[in-house]
């Protein structure tokens, strides 16, 4: 079945550094969403990426997705405390795989 | 306001007990979602619909059930409660198209513990 693999788990960083999570798909993606989950709250959308090559820019957060379309990166410059959160990409197959498979998240820690 | 609730938010609940998982959404979506979260780690999909009278097991092997008998509704239930069911449970729903946008909007979730 499809796998969607995302690292590091776990990132701390000082206020003000740079954040990169990583996304790998075992197989080809139709698209990819990404989630913010804050401490003790539910998973958030985003964005969604579908072309390939495709970058997305919100504020200080960067999406992109592979040119083969197998992984994805979620880049935030100038970490800020109110970034703190678990970040989980989520693929979706193409045909029959229709389903979001989540990746097992990155954990941001900012220590201010 | 168009949302997406659940109830309970914690529920405690020996082993052996039947419960029902309530979620329900106002923004008329079609579909609908079960997922279950262990603390810190990743979300499996245990349960989908697509609408009215359609149900299908997710990736991650369940001992629950669902039902979708109105739009708006999407009970969860687990027969016999035991340890192993431990978990916090995300219902979400999106909307159902052909077009492949279609983001998902959780509820708050169920943290459930059975003891």
């Known amino acids: 079945g499809q796998q969607v693999m995302q690292i590091p788990q776990y990132q701390h960083v000082q206020e003000g550094e740079d954040f990169t999570t990583y996304c790998n798909s075992s197989t080809t993606l139709s698209n990819i969403q990404w989630y913010k989950q804050r401490p003790g709250g539910h998973p958030v959308f985003l964005i969604q990426?579908?072309?390939?090559?495709e970058v997305k820019k919100q504020k200080r957060l960067t999406f992109q997705f592979g040119e083969a379309k197998k992984n994805s990166s979620l880049h935030i410059t100038a970490t800020q405390t109110t970034d703190v959160g678990t970040y989980f990409c989520a693929g979706r197959g193409s045909g029959s795989a229709r389903q979001l498979t989540f990746g097992s998240g990155t954990q941001l820690t900012v220590l201010p | 306001e168009a949302d997406i609730y659940q109830t309970p938010r914690y529920l405690v609940i020996g082993t052996g007990k039947k419960i029902t998982l309530e979620c329900s959404q106002t923004m008329g979506h079609d579909k609908m979602y079960w997922y279950q979260q262990d603390p810190g780690m990743e979300l499996h999909l245990i349960h989908y619909s697509y609408g009215v009278n359609s149900t299908e097991k997710g990736d991650l092997s369940s001992e629950s059930t669902v039902s979708r008998i109105r739009t708006e509704h999407f009970p969860l239930t687990l027969e016999s409660a035991r340890p192993s069911h431990t978990s916090q449970y995300l219902c979400a729903s999106s909307e159902l198209g052909l077009a492949s946008y279609n983001e998902q909007f959780f509820g708050p979730g169920t943290r459930l513990t059975v003891l």
């Open positions: 990426l579908v072309k390939s090559g």
